[in-house]
């Protein structure tokens, strides 16, 4: 006899990622989550963002990783609160893992909540951790046809960073190729290529950050003042 | 590499809804999975095995429903499925779709011992 049930599989991450949701909106919280394969430049992206910020600012930083705390190490000298999430082995952060971290790190908003995925373009993908954007990392020392071997997450991404410009002249890599395949899977998705060793684009995306922040939570102040 | 916690979830599943049938085997469970929910079938069986074998689920089937990427035009509303990643509209030739099907992780339903388990 057949019984039809229909659950999600992740209904459990996904319940949970609605309270998170739900309190990020109570406490004006501006909650993004970076994905990436492994030495992208997830960490380096990270703290150029945390250098362009002052004091005034209220900004935390979740770090995920199987194993190690060097990220949390290398995040930690800029004055804002960082907590590294060691899996121990999961290959993704899940919502159950930034709820606990959250709230023993004790980031109230109003603010900015920057979540650094676990190195890796699949399995992040599934794992809704209340987010308002997921953001997806390609360096241009990868392969331009990344996004049509990876869709899913190209597909969830809200935006596309290409990261390491800087290298573009030692490298064979056509950023107008990647972009275009990105946008094969998904045609909305928005786009900025930068540097965080020069610093080229970082305007661009602390103003993608701002322009985010303002549609998401308009009473809260600026990120990028 | 998740499709352990994948398949892990699923029995979770399975064993919250057999309690409403507390005296009643379940043969299979059926799943739907979308293509860009980046689960790979072969490596969801394997774990699924993994985690059944020697366990009272040990004979517990996992039948997979795989579900293509689906569209639906902007301009003529036809909704088509996705063959290598070309957005176009058959219909209209339009550029400009929306996702309609292809993000699915679904348990969709179990197949249980006996004619009229139904509760």
């Not at chain 1, 935006?159 to 064979?172: G, N, R």
Request: charged content about 25%; some cysteine; glycine content about 6%.
């Amino acid at each position: 006899m057949r019984e039809l049930v229909e659950r999600k599989v992740l209904g459990e991450n996904d319940r949970l990622a609605a309270e998170l949701r739900q309190r990020y909106r109570d406490q004006n919280i501006l909650c993004v989550n970076l994905i990436s394969s492994p030495g992208s430049g997830k960490t380096a992206l990270l703290e150029r963002t945390l250098a362009s910020f002052t004091p005034a600012h209220s900004v935390a930083v979740l770090t995920g990783d199987i194993q190690t705390d060097n990220d949390a190490r290398r995040l930690s000298g800029y004055g804002f609160p960082v907590r590294q999430i060691v899996t121990g082995g999961t290959c993704h952060l899940d919502a159950r893992m930034v709820d606990r971290h959250l709230h023993e790190m004790g980031f109230h908003g109003p603010g900015l909540l920057l979540i650094e995925n676990v190195g890796n373009l699949v399995c992040p993908s599934s794992y809704d951790l209340g987010e308002a954007a997921k953001i997806v990392l390609l360096s241009v020392t990868e392969g331009e046809d990344k996004p049509l071997k990876y869709p899913g997450i190209f597909y969830r991404a809200s935006l596309l960073i290409l990261t390491k410009t800087d290298l573009l002249p030692h490298v064979e890599f056509n950023p107008d190729l990647a972009l275009e395949n990105a946008r094969r899977v998904h045609p909305e998705i928005d786009y900025i290529a930068l540097s965080s060793r020069t610093g080229e684009g970082f305007d661009k995306w602390l103003h993608w950050l701002n322009s985010l922040q303002h549609s998401v939570q308009q009473a809260a102040p600026a990120i990028n003042s | 590499m998740h499709e352990i916690g994948i398949a892990s979830s699923i029995l979770e599943c399975v064993a919250a809804e057999a309690q409403r049938h507390p005296d009643t085997q379940v043969l299979a469970v059926g799943v739907r999975i979308g293509e860009l929910s980046n689960v790979d079938k072969d490596a969801l069986d394997f774990a699924f095995v993994a985690l059944t074998r020697d366990t009272p689920l040990e004979h517990l089937k996992l039948e997979v429903e795989w579900c293509p990427r689906r569209q639906r035009c902007i301009a003529c509303f036809e909704e088509f499925t996705v063959p290598d990643l070309d957005l176009a509209c058959p219909r209209c030739c339009a550029n400009h779709s929306t996702c309609i099907g292809g993000t699915e992780l679904d348990v969709t339903y179990l197949e249980l011992e006996g004619p009229c388990a139904n509760s």
